[in-house]
């Protein structure tokens, strides 16, 4: 089963909006990983964060991790048309090496 | 520039008529993975390769097969294809060592196969 789930399943907003998805997961992990998949295509590694982290930085994206309440959240800041794509995270734990478990991501729409 | 390629990009294949999928890296990652994705859904992981080692998911069916035969390369197999398994193949690699946690994956573009 998977492991991630993620919310909204949709989300629409104007250019120059942010853009907040949610990611829950139900056991221990060790670290959590945000892709992203353009339509039709394979998916693009935008952030891992390890579970001793709390918050990561990559240009205008932030991932935030709250181990506690197993969840964590992709920020992207001053959304571009471009970005309009469906958004994955995967969790990665011990048992598990070298494997990651990935939600049913989030779609989003940028709208010029 | 370093990358995962996946060949063909699109398949088309007749229902039962066994099926090939390739997909090789010169990332030079230890870890291949195939999986399997459906319109609107996740990513199902079929089985990964650690090395040489093969591991496949507990409900993988029997049809899907996968051969590693060095460290660049990795097919996907499928016996006999039905209809349910017209989908998107996704190969990635990632870097990984035994007992850690898994790394981040560099997926290739994907093939389409469509089961007429």
């Known amino acids: 089963s998977q492991q991630g789930e993620e919310d909204p399943q949709a989300l629409s907003i104007q250019e120059g909006e942010n853009a907040t998805m949610n990611c829950s997961y139900k056991?221990?992990?060790?670290?959590l990983q945000w892709y992203r998949q353009n339509s039709g295509r394979g998916l693009v590694h935008l952030i891992l964060i390890r579970s001793n982290e709390r918050e990561k930085h990559s240009g205008r994206l932030r991932v935030t991790l709250d181990t506690s309440k197993k969840s964590s959240s992709l920020l992207i800041t001053a959304s571009r048309a471009a970005d309009t794509a469906s958004y994955f995270c995967?969790?990665?734990?011990?048992?598990?090496?070298?494997?990651?478990?990935f939600g049913d991501g989030t779609t989003l729409t940028v709208k010029p | 520039d370093a990358m995962v390629i996946q060949n063909p990009r699109y398949q088309v294949t007749q229902f039962g008529k066994p099926v090939t999928l390739s997909c090789s890296q010169t990332?030079?990652?230890?870890?291949m993975y195939w999986y399997q994705q459906k319109s609107s859904q996740a990513p199902k992981l079929l089985f990964h390769?650690?090395?040489?080692?093969?591991?496949n998911e507990a409900d993988t069916p029997d049809n899907f097969q996968s051969r590693r035969p060095n460290t660049s390369f990795c097919f996907l197999d499928i016996r006999s294809p039905g209809l349910g398994d017209a989908a998107m193949y996704l190969c990635a690699t990632s870097r990984g060592q035994a007992g850690a946690f898994s790394y981040e994956q560099y997926f290739g573009p994907g093939t389409r196969l469509t089961v007429t």
């Open positions: 390769y650690y090395d040489k080692d093969f591991n």
């Open positions: 990332l030079n990652h230890n870890v």
């Open positions: 056991t221990s992990i060790n670290n």
């Open positions: 995967a969790t990665g734990a011990n048992t598990n090496a070298g494997k990651s478990t």
